[in-house]
């Protein structure tokens, strides 16, 4: 059985622009491109770092998730996803040990992944996403 990877680590940001700058322009870090996710209304940006990657989350609706935990917390980390071999096995294996997921649904993501997101009371503190290996 292979392990869980980080995949990436989500950031919520106010302002794409601004914090593509600093992380272009600071740290080197070069953007992938830009996208728009219409389901999750967001613009996502994504910046290879290593093995992993950084995205940066923009909400493009007041009523996104991201727009709400702006709002709440500011800008800042927003969710770390993982990368497991068997996305069915680790929900099962989730539910079965009581925790709590965002949906109770596997998601499709806009680039055809399969995606779930742990809440936070159930990761100790952290919204965590899993991601299907593919």
Do not use: N, W
């Amino acid at each position: 059985m292979s392990t869980a990877r980080i995949d990436h680590i989500g950031i919520a940001v106010q302002s794409l622009e601004e914090a593509l700058a600093f992380y272009r322009d600071a740290l080197g870090l070069q953007p992938q491109g830009v996208v728009t996710v219409p389901a999750e209304k967001v613009r996502v940006a994504v910046l290879p770092a290593g093995e992993a990657r950084l995205e940066l989350l923009e909400a493009t609706s007041d009523d996104s998730p991201i727009a709400r935990f702006l709002a709440r917390r500011g800008e800042g980390l927003h969710h770390i996803a993982m990368k497991v071999p068997d996305l069915d096995a680790a929900v099962e294996r989730l539910k079965a040990s009581g925790s709590r997921l965002v949906t109770e649904q596997v998601q499709q993501g806009a680039e055809g992944y399969r995606y779930v997101f742990v809440h936070p009371k159930s990761a100790r503190g952290v919204l965590l996403e899993l991601i299907e290996e593919s």
